[in-house]
T-cell receptor, first 114, second 113 residues
Framework: AQSVTQPDIHITVSEGASLELRCNYS??????LFWYVQSPGQGLQLLLK??????LVQGIKGFEAEFKRSQSSFNLRKPSVHWSDAAEYFC????????????FGTGTRLQVFP | GAGVSQTPSNKVTEKGKYVELRCDPI?????LYWYRQSLGQGPEFLIY????????DSGLPNDRFFAVRPEGSVSTLKIQRTERGDSAVYLC???????????FGPGTRLTVL
């Protein structure tokens, strides 16, 4: 069965530091992969997605992610974190027909210290 | 333009009662999805509509849960005989068509006392 694992429940970084959030997936075919961010009281906002092609994907707010098939990973990165990046981050894989059904990981809560 | 909206934003009910949660998708989006997010968890798929029909309802936990989208736009998630375990945030998303990016609403927080 398809699944997504986000091994880090909570990460704390200093403002200006680099960030990497880990995501591993289990899926039999070529996956459609997503990163969403959820701020308190807000809906999920799409940061970036990978469907095919270039394995390094650029997203909004300065985020990027790299698809590594050999490692079944899709880690999210940002070179310099801002205080406003503090939020919950979810990795998801599209299951069913293309992306009919998203399967989410349990999320990583990012805390940013000034 | 307007995003996905959900009403109410909060709903408190008593065990055994019936509740309805409403989702207004982005205009023109043919696909609509419901997810449930329990505390400390990621969203969990419930049901997906393409137009008026439920294309995949494999995530509905039991027959107390039902959803409709009679005119292919607004959708209502209905929960009968609510249980305390139904307490969660219910998220709705829509997309232009299947296999397109899903845009999420702010959710309805359901609390069953």
């Amino acid at each position: 069965a398809q699944s997504v694992t986000q091994p880090d429940i909570h990460i704390t970084v200093s403002e200006g530091a680099s960030l990497e959030l880990r995501c591993n997936y289990s899926y039999g075919a070529t996956p459609y992969l997503f990163w969403y961010v959820q701020s308190p009281g807000q809906g999920l906002q799409l940061l970036l997605k990978y469907f095919s092609g270039d394995t390094l994907v650029q997203g909004i707010k300065g985020f990027e992610a790299e698809f590594k098939r050999s490692q079944s990973s899709f880690n999210l990165r940002k070179p310099s974190v801002h205080w406003s990046d503090a939020a919950e981050y979810f990795c998801a894989v599209g299951a069913g027909y293309n992306t009919d059904k998203l399967i989410f990981g349990t999320g990583t809560r990012l805390q940013v210290f000034p | 333009g307007a995003g996905v909206s959900q009403t109410p934003s909060n709903k408190v009910t008593e065990k055994g009662k019936y509740v309805e949660l409403r989702c207004d998708p982005i205009s023109g989006h043919t696909a609509l999805y419901w997810y449930r997010q329990s505390l400390g968890q990621g969203p969990e798929f419930l049901i997906y509509f393409q137009g008026t029909g439920a294309a995949d309802d494999s995530g509905l936990p039991n027959d107390r849960f039902f959803a409709v989208r009679p005119e292919g736009s607004v959708s209502t998630l209905k929960i009968q005989r609510t249980e305390r375990g139904d307490s969660a945030v219910y998220l709705c998303a829509s997309s232009v068509d299947r296999a397109d990016t899903q845009y999420f609403g702010p959710g309805t927080r359901l609390t069953v006392l």
